[in-house]
């Protein structure tokens, strides 16, 4: 793409932003075109404003932490991919990019322990398998389907890893193989059907998205992932009042699904809708208490409403279930400082130096909570910690 036309995607992108600023999208699209144009501060800023819109959505921490990297600001590269590890469905690339990140930054002990972590949380994942060379786990799983044997699994494995190694085309036309060669409504089926939806609406495919939806619909009539098809579509456009028109629906046929509950609040929370997202999100709980991205969501309303009990209860009951969360640390934090309990905040964002060190971010708050528990030494070992890291 040339110059002036890098110029023209800005302008048309800015046009649909002035009339709907909430499309982060387009958004992500003028900080691609601010970074190939050399403008990484201004690529940064759309970037950040695009984690801050969506609640931290993946793909925006993807590019803010690849911008960081162009300036050899590494430690906020860090923070961003490990954000993104911490709030995002899409674990197996997060941990695939924080790996890379470690091996191209000379941190091997890290790579060494974060591809651990891999195998044991994802053991199933071409992230594991392929860490070492993923060119000849590619060259054996290619053999194997020659072979027969395991052949929808092996598609399923090689399709999978072509996602996660930046080749989509590839991964999408080897999972439609599975799509075309496995049992419909099988679990096998539905497993690839899910990465496929989710393939097609991450890259704003609506059309092979509803074709997909088709196909389901032909093969389980009954399957629960028709239920929020075509609400995940609305939201995934922006159309809320229509994702919370057709949600509503579900909540009302199916009473006992969580995580339509849990979905219907996500799409309240985006339309500023509070009260109506608190009490969708309580449901959910109640339904399923171990539903952890649902109490984040809820303590983060309650937030909001300087209700910093209720925080710090949801708080509890998310690092029982996940000991380490930074996202519930955070919370934490939040809600202590929020009522002056200035000693167990910082207890806080200690723990969440514990775990991830170089988050300038948090060593800065930690340094400010120092400074209001009065311990101005401490305040300034904090600080000094963090200036080296940044």
Not at 7 to 24: F, G, H, I, K, S
Not at 29 to 38: D, I, M, N
Not at 48 to 57: F, G, L, N
Not at 69 to 95: C, D, M, S, T
């Given at each position: 793409?040339?110059?002036?036309?890098?110029?023209?995607?800005?302008?048309?992108?800015?046009?649909?932003?002035?009339?709907?600023?909430?499309?982060?999208?387009?958004?992500?699209?003028?900080?691609?075109?601010?970074?190939?144009?050399?403008?990484?501060?201004?690529?940064?800023?759309?970037?950040?404003?695009?984690?801050?819109?969506?609640?931290?959505?993946?793909?925006?921490?993807?590019?803010?932490?690849?911008?960081?990297?162009?300036?050899?600001?590494?430690?906020?590269?860090?923070?961003?991919?490990?954000?993104?590890?911490?709030?995002?469905?899409?674990?197996?690339?997060?941990?695939?990019?924080?790996?890379?990140?470690?091996?191209?930054?000379?941190?091997?002990?890290?790579a060494e322990q974060t591809l651990e972590e891999v195998r044991t949380v994802l053991p199933n994942s071409p992230v594991g398998l392929a860490a070492e060379n993923p060119e000849q786990l590619e060259k054996e799983l290619k053999a194997r389907i020659e072979q027969g044997g395991s052949r929808i699994k092996d598609l399923t494995l090689l399709g999978r890893l072509y996602l996660m190694t930046d080749q989509a085309d590839k991964g999408v036309e080897t999972l439609q193989k599975v799509l075309d060669e496995a049992e419909g409504g099988s679990p096998n089926w539905r497993e690839?059907?899910?990465?496929?939806?989710?393939?097609?609406?991450?890259?704003?495919?609506?059309?092979?998205?509803?074709?997909?939806?088709?196909?389901?619909?032909?093969?389980?009539?009954?399957?629960?992932?028709?239920?929020?098809?075509?609400?995940?579509?609305?939201?995934?456009?922006?159309?809320?009042?229509?994702?919370?028109?057709?949600?509503?629906?579900?909540?009302?046929?199916?009473?006992?699904?969580?995580?339509?509950?849990?979905?219907?609040?996500?799409?309240?929370?985006?339309?500023?809708?509070?009260?109506?997202?608190?009490?969708?999100?309580?449901?959910?709980?109640?339904?399923?208490?171990?539903?952890?991205?649902?109490?984040?969501?809820?303590?983060?309303?309650?937030?909001?409403?300087?209700?910093?009990?209720?925080?710090?209860?949801?708080?509890?009951?998310?690092?029982?279930?996940?000991?380490?969360?930074?996202?519930?640390?955070?919370?934490?934090?939040?809600?202590?400082?929020?009522?002056?309990?200035?000693?167990?905040?910082?207890?806080?964002?200690?723990?969440?130096?514990?775990?991830?060190?170089?988050?300038?971010?948090?060593?800065?708050?930690?340094?400010?909570?120092?400074?209001?528990?009065?311990?101005?030494?401490?305040?300034?070992?904090?600080?000094?910690?963090?200036?080296?890291?940044?």
């Open positions: 793409m040339r110059l002036r036309e890098y110029e023209d995607a800005v302008r048309n992108a800015t046009a649909v932003l002035q009339a709907n600023p909430n499309d982060m999208v387009m958004r992500l699209l003028v900080a691609e075109a601010r970074l190939a144009q050399g403008k990484a501060d201004a690529a940064l800023k759309e970037a950040q404003a695009a984690v801050d819109q969506s609640k931290d959505d993946p793909r925006a921490l993807f590019l803010v932490a690849r911008i960081y990297r162009g300036l050899k600001q590494n430690a906020e590269a860090e923070a961003a991919l490990r954000q993104a590890l911490n709030v995002g469905e899409n674990k197996e690339r997060a941990y695939r990019e924080l790996i890379t990140f470690y091996r191209e930054t000379d941190q091997a002990q890290k690839v059907w899910q990465l496929l939806f989710m393939q097609y609406l991450g890259t704003n495919k609506y059309d092979k998205a509803s074709d997909l939806t088709r196909r389901l619909k032909e093969a389980d009539p009954q399957a629960t992932e028709l239920l929020f098809a075509e609400p995940l579509m609305a939201l995934s456009q922006n159309r809320l009042d229509e994702a919370v028109e057709q949600l509503t629906q579900v909540v009302k046929e199916h009473g006992t699904f969580s995580s339509a509950y849990y979905l219907l609040g996500q799409v309240l929370a985006a339309g500023r809708r509070w009260e109506e997202a608190t009490a969708r999100l309580q449901r959910a709980l109640d339904l399923r208490p171990n539903l952890v991205p649902a109490r984040i969501l809820l303590g983060r309303l309650y937030l909001r409403q300087g209700n910093y009990q209720a925080v710090l209860i949801e708080v509890g009951e998310v690092l029982r279930f996940m000991p380490g969360y930074v996202p519930a640390l955070e919370l934490q934090a939040l809600a202590n400082a929020g009522q002056n309990l200035w000693d167990a905040a910082a207890k806080a964002r200690e723990e969440i130096a514990r775990i991830v060190p170089n988050e300038v971010g948090n060593l800065v708050k930690l340094a400010a909570l120092h400074l209001q528990r009065g311990d101005s030494k401490e305040a300034e070992r904090v600080f000094l910690r963090a200036y080296g890291v940044a």
